[in-house]
């Protein structure tokens, strides 16, 4: 399915407001319970019964029929806006990796290190790796005191001196989350997301080796 969240403004609808819990419900089972964004599957429960899910509309052109809603985890659905994203982290300059993959390594990286065990082993080496060299910054940004906050990203996309093309130079940011505004959210998937921890190792050994690489273009 193609989504075109990202770079693509929108507000998502939010539960309660727009939609009552069973129209969102169906919508979770029409989807099984997946993210139509990054692909987490969540295992509901009665207390958390959308799994810390959101329900949006398909893209900002669709308008807002229910054939139009899809489901998606509480990270996706932030990149829905860019007011959404204020605080929650920064931009990155990463043109190769795609946003719902930075959300799955992000996610098992903040999984690993809120449940205290020792036998992550070197899955722990490797999210502490992933997360230190997901943090460099172009040369670029900090000659325009740019460190990714999203309130300032039209501000710094003017300043760019070089003026590459907006659009094409927005389609190679990725979006870094913070841990805390989605701490409650990951301890819930975390059983989810444990369930491919191992696929995840090589994944986060990858992804770290082509950041410390430099983009790895
Ligand atoms: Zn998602």
């Known amino acids: 399915m193609s989504m075109n969240l990202f770079g693509n403004w929108s507000n998502p609808l939010v539960i309660g407001k727009e939609i009552d819990l069973e129209s969102a419900l169906r919508v979770l089972d029409r989807f099984n319970n997946r993210c139509q964004y990054c692909r987490l599957v969540v295992n509901p429960t009665p207390h958390t019964p959308l ?34 994203l204020n605080g929650k982290g920064s931009f990155i300059e990463l043109g190769w990796a795609k946003q719902g993959q930075i959300n799955a390594l992000l996610r098992v990286s903040y999984s690993v290190a809120l449940r205290e065990s020792d036998q992550w082993g070197d899955l ?94």
């Open 51 to 84: 799994g810390h899910f959101v329900i949006c509309n398909r893209n900002t052109h669709s308008n807002s029929e229910p054939s139009n809603w899809v489901c998606l985890c509480e990270m996706c659905a932030d990149l829905n806006s860019l007011d959404n």
């Open 124 to 217: 722990k080496k490797a999210s502490e790796r992933f997360l230190n060299a997901i943090d460099t910054r172009p040369e670029s940004w900090s000659s325009i005191g740019w460190d990714g906050e999203p309130s300032r990203l039209a501000e710094m996309m003017n300043q760019m001196i070089w003026k590459p093309s907006s659009q094409a130079y927005l389609h190679k940011l990725r979006f870094r989350f913070d841990l805390a505004p989605y701490e409650d959210a990951i301890r819930f998937w975390a059983a989810s997301v444990e369930s491919r921890y191992t696929n995840s190792f090589q994944a986060l050994n990858v992804a770290a080796q082509q950041l410390e690489d430099g983009n790895g273009e």
